[in-house]
């Protein structure tokens, strides 16, 4: 009877609990690279990738050990740029009710980040890349990000990055609004390369919106950020139902999550369809200015990706699952017989 009982817990111990993964972490010092240079976009590393930039005006970017660098080149009262990679060959998905990824990264407010008005903001996002990877600007060279605009007739319209889907946060300036909404994949109506942009739900010209994005939820935002100090992102993005995911987007104070709450917005998501995204390889880091006339710039210190995940059952460990419960049920009848 002892033998009996240790075989159901056995057998019952691996269906308990979720283990977090670390699935990508990068200070950038590690091989990683910008704009082009090696594969585009190309096969990452468990510590290493290819960060290519789109913007709709002049950016500068740069990359070395523990910083990832870019912004506006110049002032301007309305702009933005954004980071896009492939985080992962093996896409995270979320396929057990509870299964969740999470994205976090640190960054230093280099100058005027969240400062040029209600509409300043700073962009988090988780995508399916569906394999495609983004369109590298010139190689490993600052300012060369891919121009993001309203031209019609683009050869920029379609493939890369014009197909992602995910979701998509965005933390705003004091006064603001906050808000959490869908990135569809880009519709072949779209004819101008905005439709290689991941962050802008439909603000202006070089966002993409053909079609724009489901707004999944807002909140008031009262940030403002101090230029030199360090800030840290958390993105969680659950499996919370049938075709539901749930996303979470917090602003911490200092280096990793035990700082003061600066921002937090709740959302969730059940659409169906083409708007509904389970499967995750792809990121991108944007922000933007709008407003008063100024050039954001930010410094983005490490980068992290854990995801917890329920694995399938193996055909053999459901088959042992099984004859634990043949097990059970003759174990009872055991108990139960008389003497």
Known sequence: MKHSGSLVLLLAAPLTGLAQTAIFTDNFGNGSTFNGVSTPGGTPAASSSSYDFASSKTGAESIA????????SAATTSGFVEAQAIFTSTPVTLATVGDY???TYTFTDTANLLAGGTSAALYTGLYNSGGNTPVAGTAGT????VTLNTTGGSALATGNAASWQGYVARITGNGGTAAAYVRPGQSGAGTTSANQELIGNNFGSGAYNNPSGV???TAASTVALTAGSQYTVSEILTLSGTGQISL???LYSGVGTGGAVLSTLLSSS???GTNFVNSFDGLAIGIRNT???LNPQIDVNQITITAAVQPAPEPSTLALVGLGSLGCLWFGRQVRRPA
């Open 65 to 72: 050990a523990g910083h990832l660098s870019f912004g506006l």
């Open 101 to 103: 990824i999470n994205f």
């Open 142 to 145: 600052s300012g060369n990000a």
């Open 215 to 217: 707004t999944l939820g």
């Open 248 to 250: 979470s987007d917090t």
């Open 270 to 272: 059940s659409a169906a």
């Open 291 to 293: 407003g008063t006339s």
